[in-house]
């Protein structure tokens, strides 16, 4: 999801590093929120705080917790990692904006996974049920979960089908083509009076040769000489 944060928060997010908790600021909501690494990296980049923050990550004491956590440090909305609880979350910020009258939009990337939970699905018929087209779900759908790929843990297919059937406006694109992400965000909202939904075809482990795709490294961490062959091919693409 390197790519879709980046985009987001470079070219999209209405968001102010000097003042985090400005009231007409866009609200972002990471719901997968084991994904901390990828936007602590993008808030330190943004000047939300030091990057020399980022060594500290998921040490014991650090603020920068495994998980992502809202408790001091700047930038981050709400504290995630329970799967399933995002989407609802960010439905009920857009609804207050709405009838607050307020302009901001609310963002919220999610995980394929925990699209296999109710909990997901609920603020899903919500979210029509109210017009909210200030509310943008992204789907992280890299299409591998904890325990196998999404289709053999549960399949998510026509996925599509399923958002535009419960009343959102959808687009399908590919989340590693900057300009793919950044012309298809400017477009929100899709169509008025309906909800937005992005589904990002993502590849885990994208840029590295022996992680892509590979299900061992969604909690494997490379070390060693693993590390460097890793850091070497990403230096490359970049």
């Keep these: ?10 070219r999209f997010l209405n968001v102010d590093p000097r ?4 009231p007409e600021r866009d609200r972002f909501v990471l719901s997968k929120g084991h994904g901390a ?5 993008v808030l330190a980049e943004r000047g939300f705080f030091p990057r020399a923050w980022l060594e500290t990550f998921y040490q014991n004491g650090s603020r920068l917790a495994g998980h992502v956590t809202h408790h001091s440090v ?4 709400v504290s995630t990692g329970s799967l399933g609880h995002g989407l609802s979350i960010a439905t009920g910020m857009a609804l207050a904006a709405k009838r607050d009258g307020a302009q901001h939009r609310v963002v919220v990337l999610l995980s394929d996974g925990e699209c296999d939970e109710g909990s997901t699905w609920e603020p899903i018929l919500f979210a ?8 943008l779900a992204i789907v992280d759908y ?6 196998g790929t ?5 399949e998510l297919e026509p996925f599509a089908a399923k958002w535009e059937a419960f009343g959102w406006a959808v687009r399908e694109i590919d989340g590693h083509n900057i300009d793919e992400i950044e012309t298809t965000l400017q477009a929100m909202p899709f169509e008025p009076g309906r909800p937005n939904c992005i589904i990002a075809h993502t590849v885990k482990g994208k840029g590295v040769s022996f992680m892509e795709n590979d299900l061992l490294w969604h909690y494997r961490t490379p070390q060693g000489e693993e590390f460097e062959a890793a850091l070497a091919e990403l230096i490359r693409e970049s």
């Design 1 to 10: 999801m390197a790519e879709l944060l980046a985009v987001l928060y470079a």
């Design 19 to 22: 003042r985090p908790d400005w």
């Design 37 to 41: 690494a990828a936007i602590y990296a």
């Design 74 to 77: 700047p930038g981050v909305e």
């Design 128 to 135: 029509q049920q109210h017009g909210l087209d200030n509310l």
């Design 142 to 147: 890299n299409k591998i979960q904890s325990l």
């Design 150 to 154: 999404v289709t053999e843990v549960m």
